[in-house]
């Protein structure tokens, strides 16, 4: 498959250990947040989102928290499986319309 | 299924040709955009819709043009006047924004485009 990504950092865990994956965001009217996952040469998947009005969402093996003060979005995969191999991507939205602004990437390996 | 699809998947040309890539949507989503994405970076928006017949350029519009004509199709040409076109280039829809509400981007599987 094609890569997304040649020079992103990269995060590298054990399977079976916990991920954890940060974001800086930029825009402090941002009201809407969301993870996606993107697998060699294919389009983003959403993860999980959550709204400027809270802290922490979770998912199935997914944990989204966000910090307003220090514009700090962070995902949190429990239990990393090696499917969970991917370049993972924040995205913020503005004040107005439905537009995203993504982020760099990081990607994810899982060492078996 | 509902879903986005993007055609073709892979699209080689030639310098100075303009080319046009497919996407249709059957969400029944207002709002569609375009992305490219460069390898080592995130993806920028080129142009969106929020509704047929009405489109915005985004942050990279300079080189692209696209149409609106049905809610379902949302076409993007590559001209000649694109620099440096080669790159993977992802479709998105999604619902209009509301308060309150979740409304997030869903991503058709990309086309990538090389310039030979």
């Known amino acids: 498959g094609e890569s997304v990504g040649l020079h992103l950092p990269t995060l590298s865990v054990q399977e079976g250990d916990n991920s954890i994956i940060n974001c800086a965001y930029s825009?402090?009217?941002?009201?809407?947040f969301i993870w996606y996952k993107q697998e060699s040469g294919k389009g983003p998947q959403f993860i999980i989102d959550i709204r400027s009005n809270m802290d922490k969402r979770q998912g199935q093996r997914v944990t989204v928290l966000l910090n307003k003060t220090v514009k700090h979005l962070s995902l949190q995969i429990a239990a990393t499986q090696p499917g969970d191999s991917a370049v993972y991507f924040c995205a913020e939205r503005g004040n107005a319309g439905n537009m995203l602004t993504f982020g760099g990437g990081t990607r994810l390996m899982v060492k078996p | 299924d509902g879903g986005i699809t993007q055609s073709p998947k892979y699209l080689f040309r030639k310098e100075g040709q303009n080319v046009t890539l497919s996407c249709e949507q059957n969400l029944n989503h207002d709002a569609m955009y375009w992305y490219r994405q460069d390898p080592g970076q995130g993806l920028r928006l080129i142009y969106y819709s929020q509704i047929v017949n009405d489109f915005q350029k985004g942050d990279i519009a300079e080189g692209y043009s696209v149409s609106r004509e049905k809610k379902e199709s949302f076409p993007l040409t590559v001209t000649s006047a694109q620099k440096n076109p080669t790159a993977f280039y992802l479709c998105a829809s999604s619902r209009p924004r509301a308060s309150n509400s979740y409304n997030e981007q869903f991503f058709g599987p990309g086309t990538r485009l090389t310039v030979l």
């Open positions: 825009n402090s009217a941002s009201d809407y």
